[in-house]
């Protein structure tokens, strides 16, 4: 009797389960079969020129949670830093960071907006920029988006996601603010130190949770 293939979401849970308890690196995988087709018309689109599979790697990756435990979260990014983000997120890791939750794009149907207000941290989506017709960096899986809901997208027009209206103030952006990235802290000063650029230095407009490899 032929043997069924694992549904995406036991792929994943196995891939959990092999890191040790202790370990805060994560470390890449080629997207399995099974996550490939549920990123398919969802989170990747044919035609649009984002990062083919090949491309494209599965993080694994170890995080704090906003009550201290430590989870396993998952991110989709270009294969060319995969070994680059996981040094990060190890020393946010490290630094005690916490992290909301870190699920790929597909599980809240492509939709950035989705993503961002359930305060998800996610890296490829093969999407436009907003209101434009440009790849985002987000099509080629290097750019990440940190918990959206305490480091919000503002512009003149508002904030986005709108429980990010919490965090979009300067004073609301405390050192005693869990969560949140601040110039110069350790979320910053581990993607700059590895060549990566951050939203929050945006002049037109401030990105928090953006971190990308082309700075924009």
Not at 77 to 94: N, S
Not at 118 to 143: E, I, K, Q, W, Y
Not at 152 to 176: C, I, K, L, M
């Amino acid at each position: 009797m032929p043997l069924r293939p694992l549904p995406c979401a036991a792929i994943l849970a196995l891939l959990a389960s092999a890191l040790s308890a202790q370990e805060p690196r994560g470390r890449a995988e080629p997207i399995p079969d099974a996550l490939w087709q549920k990123m398919q018309g969802v989170s990747w689109h044919p035609g649009l020129g984002c990062a083919g599979r090949a491309e494209l790697r599965l993080l694994t990756i170890p995080h704090h949670d906003f009550t201290g435990d430590r989870r396993l979260g998952h991110l989709v990014a270009v294969a060319a830093e995969a070994d680059t983000l996981l040094d990060i997120f190890a020393a946010l890791y490290d630094a005690g960071y916490p992290i909301q939750q870190m699920r790929p794009v597909h599980e809240f149907g492509g939709r950035d907006d989705l993503s961002m207000s359930a305060n998800n941290t996610s890296a490829f989506n093969c999407r436009r920029v907003g209101g434009g017709t440009r790849l985002s960096d987000h099509a080629f899986g290097t750019a990440v988006d940190i918990n959206p809901v305490q480091n919000p997208y503002v512009t003149q027009g508002g904030t986005t996601p709108a429980a990010g209206v919490d965090f979009d103030q300067s004073a609301e952006r405390g050192a005693g603010v869990s969560g949140v990235i601040r110039e110069g802290d350790a979320v910053v000063r581990a993607f700059t130190a590895r060549g990566w650029g951050w939203g929050g230095t945006w002049r037109s407009a401030k990105d928090y949770q953006h971190f990308s490899r082309s700075g924009g």
